[in-house]
């Protein structure tokens, strides 16, 4: 399991696009590897697909490692680590290590 999902806004902290931040659009966990939007973008040389793509070069969203990425909390917005805490409900909740409130 891992502490960040899809949705989340996360920060890169290493590579050529370390300080960036992006949210989450997937999450690949046999690979240890996540999709953010606008971060580790990649150019392609594609062929034309019949009708139904046409030939170019598109900008492509390549996976990255999850453990080059933060969670930013969406409280204080700073980037933190998280915690888990059973509520009174018996929900389980991630908490910000760095304000302390629900993330």
Known sequence: MFKIRRDDTVEVMKGRD???RGKVR?????KNRAVVADVNVMKKH???GGQARQAGIIDLEVPIQIANLALVCSKCGKRTRVSFRVMED???GRVCKVCGELT
């Open 18 to 20: 370390r300080g960036k």
């Open 90 to 92: 018996g929900a389980k």
């Open 46 to 48: 594609v062929k034309p």
């Open 26 to 30: 997937q999450i690949l966990p046999n």
